[in-house]
């Protein structure tokens, strides 16, 4: 789990479209940073230290998990993607993006690259004000005063103003999702994904138990065989699993990530068992299904069957290495089935054929903003 930090972000603008600006950098903060809590009002304000444009400034509080200098990187490639030009004079400049990190927790850190709190933050109406918005009691950790008190007493003279268009604040993913399952074909990469969201917003996770299942080495070598006896004991172990560990949750407070769905134990039966076996175990499936708890967002992962064949064979899992291609496509024609009847599951497919989730951080990012924005995307169509 990764430790998450509260920091408080000074933003603005005096060059092109002021407000467009500041909102696409919220968004990339809330991309690539971290969950944007708080958004100030947007003020305006006179260009400081320099004759130039009025400046759009706005405050946010963002909760994240980087420490100060990775967080600075990110600041810098945001400004850089929306077009800052940097320099290193020290006279003050128009800028269409502009961010600077106020407060880091209550930490204060003096580096070559990093000085936090920001040293000439108490003497900036433009900071000050939009920051005693939304953070009016946080203790400036070396003046140990109120964030309030400290504004008393700035002596900036400049004039701010307030205006009338806000923001819209990026809803982060545990506040749109209290349980997200995970689903796809043997080697999609379901597991690894559900590690990561697990680890990045400290969830709840709930993996599936296979590894102890005695009779998947057995299936493998013989599927007539145990095929049925396979299938009982999945749909035991995964109705259990889910309703023990669901249950020892609060679906409306904690925020929970599965590897599987309770349905997974249909989609390979209907593959694996003949017709009268699977007529049973329809009907003990059906039972089971009435009790387990539905997730808010359903994830299939589709991989193509080139790439899956490699994760099974760089997984190096003894018992796998035997699975066929026409198996693998049997498996996803089973959950494309599967997601085209079950309409009033929310479900979201995902192409991760040509993405490395795990290894790289941008492709992670970009299947998390898919995440994040499935529910926008479709109130706006």
Known sequence: MKTQRVIYLSLGSNQGKKQNNLQKAVDKIAESIGGVQKISSIYKTSSWGYQGEDFYNICIEVSTNLQPEPLLEKIIIIEKSLGRERNNLDSYTDRNIDIDILLFDDEIIFSKKINIPHPRMLKRKFVLVPLVEIAKNKLHPIEKKQLYACLENCTDTGEINKISVTLNRPIPLIEKYNYIAIEGNIGAGKTSLANLISDEFNAKIVLERFADNPFLPKFYEDKERFAFPLEMSFLADRYQQLSDDLAQFDLFKNFIVSDYYIFKSLIFAQITLH????????????????????????????????????????????????IKAGYLQNIHDGYSSFIKTEQHLNTLIIDVSELDFVNNQSDYQQVLKEIVTKNDDELTT
């Open 275 to 322: 017709k009268d076996e699977y007529a049973l175990y329809r009907k003990i499936f059906d039972i089971m299904y009435k009790e387990i708890a539905k997730p808010d967002l359903y994830i299939y992962l589709y991989q193509n069957t080139d790439r899956l064949l490699e994760n099974i064979k760089k997984r190096g899992r003894d018992y796998e290495q035997n």
